[in-house]
């Protein structure tokens, strides 16, 4: 093993949220340590790798289709889709990068993803993600500053290209014994190396 299997995330992919649900238990299932969470700026990824997201096209009703589909298959509550979606989640990311300086990260990414795609709580909005920080323990204040603390958006910034050296072009994206596997679908594959 290489060390220890690393998530990469975006709050805004409903991908993600699908796995971030689920990543614990699949690792747990197989005698892996637990994965450690990687918040990353899909955006940038999309930047660098000349994509876009599906969401913005004709794909957009199979890809809620596709995403429903699979919830239920996996057992997870039917999702609630924010209007709008997609949006900017910059600053939730960058709030996720304060809550995994604060060891808070677990915490805050499942209650902002569950905000977001199981009540349909905008998480583009600063307002609803200082709320996502609070449920997850975290202080008001002190998290919308960290926000914007400059070490915290180079941290995210950072985060972010490395993951793209490492090959990861989307979320959710796991890297497992130096290989990296890109997809909620490649969970139960990525945790078997």
Excluded: C
Excluded at 61 to 72: M, Q, T, V
Excluded at 81 to 109: I, K, Q
Excluded at 149 to 156: F, G, N, R, T, V
Aim: glycine share 12%; hydrophobic share 40%; proline share 6%.
């Amino acid at each position: 093993m290489t060390g220890p299997a690393e998530f990469f995330f975006d709050l805004g992919s409903p991908y993600a949220w699908l796995a971030a649900e689920r990543i614990d238990v699949v690792f747990e299932q197989v005698g892996r340590g637990l994965p450690v969470w990687r918040p990353v700026l899909l955006g940038g990824l999309f930047q660098r790798f000349g994509r876009g997201s599906w969401a913005n096209t004709d794909l957009r009703e199979g890809g809620i289709s596709e995403i429903e589909r699979r919830a239920r298959e996996y057992g997870l509550p039917e999702p609630v889709w924010p209007d709008p979606w997609p949006g900017s989640y910059l600053f939730a990311m960058r709030v996720a990068t304060w809550a995994e300086r604060e060891g808070r990260l677990r915490e805050f990414a499942l209650t902002s993803f569950r905000n977001a795609f199981t009540r349909g709580i905008d998480q583009a909005d600063p307002g609803h993600v200082l709320d996502a920080a609070v449920e997850a323990g975290l202080d008001r204040a002190a998290t919308e500053a960290g926000a914007a603390d400059p070490e915290i958006k180079d941290a995210l910034k950072v985060a972010t290209g490395r993951a793209g050296d490492l090959g990861v072009t989307g979320v959710p994206s796991f890297l497992v014994d130096g290989n990296v596997y890109w997809g909620d679908d490649q969970l139960e594959l990525a945790v078997r190396g």
